[in-house]
């Protein structure tokens, strides 16, 4: 039972997920900030005397809570679903996010809920799958 097709169901509200950051992240990588950033620590920074760095880390923050939507929306809008050409990624309102994997008559062999996926972890199950 080969893999030939994966079809990436996602919420509708994904879109409008509450995503704080606005700098592309690998400047944000650049300057010291990881991925999973949560606003709540840049409040922290005054107490270390680092209140210039503040505004910068709320460009690259996400609100608490928000992560894994984050990371979905990330992958979706980001270069990386090119790498895989038989991906398809489509938008269900009132469904949760889902991976679906369809054979070569594209029938569903699997269906996986991803809410809780980061991006990496996405990109690792894709490339284990479709390439």
Known sequence: ??????TLSLFLALSSA????????SHCLSRGFTPN????SCTELKQFGLE???DECRSCCQEDGAASECHLL?????EQPKQFP???????????PTLKLLDDTKTVQDTLAIDRWDTDTVVEFLSEKLL
């Open 52 to 54: 210039p760095l503040e």
């Open 37 to 40: 950033l949560m606003c709540s």
């Open 18 to 25: 509450p995503c704080v950051g606005t700098i592309d992240s």
């Open 74 to 78: 990330t992958f979706v809008k980001g």
């Open 1 to 6: 039972m080969a893999v030939a097709l994966a």
């Open 86 to 96: 038989s991906l398809q990624i489509r938008y269900k309102k009132g469904a949760n």
